[in-house]
């Protein structure tokens, strides 16, 4: 609601900058040039700060919000790939191999 207002706020002034500026033009001491830069310093930039610094609360917000959601995806993503799919375990039944006793011998110090 308070927003709304505002923005009726900001269309009133840019309307009495717009009516000053065509004052300025039509005046017969007044130039088009005067007419222009009086809307962009009384209007335009003015207005643009104005606005800039009453959605920069909202803009946080979704910064906010937007990294919260990427944090999320990024978990998400990582408990994903962190349960790789593995072989199954090895059911065919058959013993256990036995420990080879046919290896190659130490080699002792020489003589």
């Known amino acids: 609601m308070v927003r709304n207002v505002v923005y009726l706020v900001v269309i009133g002034w840019l309307y009495v900058v717009l009516m000053m500026a065509v004052a300025e033009a039509s005046n017969t001491t007044g130039t088009v040039l005067g007419a222009i830069v009086t809307f962009f310093l009384y209007?335009?930039?003015?207005?643009?700060?104005?606005?800039?610094?009453?959605?920069?609360?909202?803009?946080?917000?979704?910064?906010?919000?937007?990294e919260a959601a990427e944090d999320l995806a990024h978990k998400t993503q990582a408990t994903e790939s962190a349960t790789?799919?593995?072989?199954?375990?090895d059911a065919g039944g058959h013993a256990p191999g036995a420990a080879q006793t046919d290896s190659v011998p130490a080699v002792g110090k020489e003589t």
């Open 84 to 89: 790789p799919v593995s072989d199954p375990p």
């Open 43 to 66: 209007g335009l930039i003015p207005i643009a700060l104005v606005v800039y610094l009453m959605r920069t609360p909202q803009r946080r917000k979704e910064i906010k919000a937007r």
